[in-house]
């Protein structure tokens, strides 16, 4: 019983999960109509990036450097969740970039012109949630399953 794939099929499961990330992440947007935040966008860009490392993994199997730069983008990856997540849970402050922007109520126009527009979404709020656990959480523990089958595929996968 193989418990672990080899290099090829590794990269193939990487670029499936990125794949299903995505696709999810744009569902949720697009189709159920919930909002990102910022950070929610930002966390999709180390998908997109393993994506195209996967599919070169997958050609260049033999190259532990691809691998390498797997883990280097999951890494990314788990601090940016973890960070997210910690902001959800008020562990730590939020980015000038989250917070909702203030609005000028003296000039009426800018008011107005406010109320059309729709707000952005606060990183603190978890509008989206499967079985009581916000994506952030979900995507931090993704990362870390991830960064550590990299490493074990690293160090104990010869092709």
């Not at 966390?43 to 070169?56: E, N």
């Not at 997210?84 to 980015?95: K, P, R």
């Amino acid at each position: 019983m193989i418990l672990f794939p080899n290099r090829k099929n590794f990269y193939l499961i990487i670029f499936f999960i990125s794949l299903i990330s995505i696709f999810s992440a744009l569902y949720i947007e697009y189709i159920l109509h919930y909002q990102p935040c910022k950070l929610c966008i930002y966390q999709r860009l180390p998908y997109l990036a393993t994506i195209f490392v996967s599919f070169i993994g997958f050609n260049y199997s033999n190259n532990d450097q691809i691998l390498i730069v797997t883990i280097m983008i999951f890494t990314l990856s788990a601090v940016l969740s973890g960070y997210h997540f910690g902001i959800e849970n008020s562990l730590f402050d939020e980015l000038s970039a989250c917070k909702n922007g203030s609005l000028d109520i003296l000039n009426k126009l800018k008011l107005l012109e406010s109320l059309n527009k729709s707000m952005p979404v606060n990183c603190k709020d978890a509008t989206f949630k499967i079985l009581g656990i916000s994506l952030a959480a979900i995507n931090t523990i993704l990362s870390i399953l991830i960064v550590v089958f990299s490493i074990r595929t690293l160090v104990y996968e010869k092709n």
